[in-house]
C-alpha cells in the first residue's frame, strides 16, 4: 500500500478564486472521505463517497464545494469563490467497506493546507 | 447528537513517565472508537481502534486504550512516553450517524514531552 495520497499539499489563493484538490485512496479501498479541519479543532466531516457514489454530505458544505468521484478511483475537491473563512486543512480518508460493519477503518492523507488571502 | 469530549487541552509529561489521556464520548448505540495521531502539518495516523471484544486494545508505538462502557470512555495509556511522542492525538467514535458512515472527533489533546 502506498497510502493516501493528496495534491496539492499547500495552496494560497486569493479570495474570489476558484480552488481544486485531489485526493488518490488506496487501492481497492471503496469509500473515500473529506474532511475539513481548522486550527486547534479536531477533523469535521464534510462528505463521503461508496466508489462513485456520493451517499452524504454535510451541512458544512455550502453550495460553493463540489466533489466528484469519477469511476470510483480517486476524488476531486472545489472550492469556488473562496473566501477566508474556507481557510484549513482538508483532509482526506479512504476505507474498505466491510459487509456487516457499521463503519470501517479509515485511513488519513497527509492533509491540503488552503490558506485564502 | 454523537459526541466525543477530550477534556485536555494540553498535556505536560516528562519523557520516561507514564501517560493517559481522556476520551469520552457520546453515541446511542455500539461505539466504534479510534484514537489518532497527528504530527505538525501532517495527516492522521491510526493508533489503535475498539469495535467489539476485548475491552483493553493494543496498537503501535505501544499505546493502548480501554474501553469502558459504564463510564462512556475510551482512555489512552502509554507506560514510558518517549519524545517522538510529541504531538496532538484525536479520540474519534465512528458508525453509521443518520445514514452517513462518517467519524466524530473531539477536539484534541496536545501533548508536550519534557526532556
Known amino acids: 500500500d502506498t497510502g493516501v495520497s493528496q495534491d496539492p499539499r499547500h495552496k494560497i489563493t486569493k479570495r474570489g478564486q476558484n480552488v481544486t484538490f485531489r485526493c488518490d485512496p488506496i487501492?481497492?479501498?471503496?469509500?473515500l472521505y473529506w474532511y475539513r479541519q481548522t486550527l486547534g479543532q479536531g477533523p469535521e466531516f464534510l462528505t463521503y463517497?461508496?466508489?462513485?457514489?456520493?451517499?452524504?454530505k454535510s451541512r458544512l458544505l455550502s453550495d460553493r464545494f463540489s466533489a466528484e468521484r469519477p469511476k470510483g478511483s480517486f476524488s476531486t475537491l472545489e472550492i469556488q469563490r473562496t473566501e477566508q473563512g474556507d481557510s484549513a486543512m482538508y483532509l482526506c480518508a479512504s476505507s474498505h467497506r466491510v459487509a456487516g460493519m457499521n463503519t470501517d477503518t479509515q485511513y488519513f492523507g497527509p492533509g491540503t493546507r488552503l490558506t485564502v488571502l | 447528537a454523537q459526541s466525543v469530549t477530550q477534556p485536555d487541552i494540553h498535556i505536560t509529561v516528562s519523557e520516561g513517565a507514564s501517560l493517559e489521556l481522556r476520551c469520552n464520548y457520546s453515541y446511542g448505540a455500539t461505539p466504534y472508537l479510534f484514537w489518532y495521531v497527528q504530527s505538525p502539518g501532517q495527516g492522521l495516523q491510526l493508533l489503535l481502534k475498539?469495535?467489539?471484544?476485548?475491552?483493553l486494545v493494543q496498537g503501535i508505538k505501544g499505546f493502548e486504550a480501554e474501553f469502558k462502557r459504564s463510564q462512556s470512555s475510551f482512555n489512552l495509556r502509554k507506560p514510558s512516553v518517549h519524545w517522538s511522542d510529541a504531538a496532538e492525538y484525536f479520540c474519534?467514535?465512528?458508525?453509521?450517524?443518520?445514514?452517513?458512515?462518517?467519524?466524530?472527533f473531539g477536539q484534541g489533546t496536545r501533548l508536550t514531552i519534557n526532556p
Open positions: 487501492s481497492e479501498h471503496n469509500r
Open positions: 463517497f461508496q466508489n462513485e457514489a456520493q451517499l452524504e
Open positions: 475498539y469495535f467489539s471484544g476485548d475491552t
Open positions: 474519534a467514535v465512528g458508525g453509521a450517524f443518520q445514514g452517513a458512515q462518517k467519524l466524530v
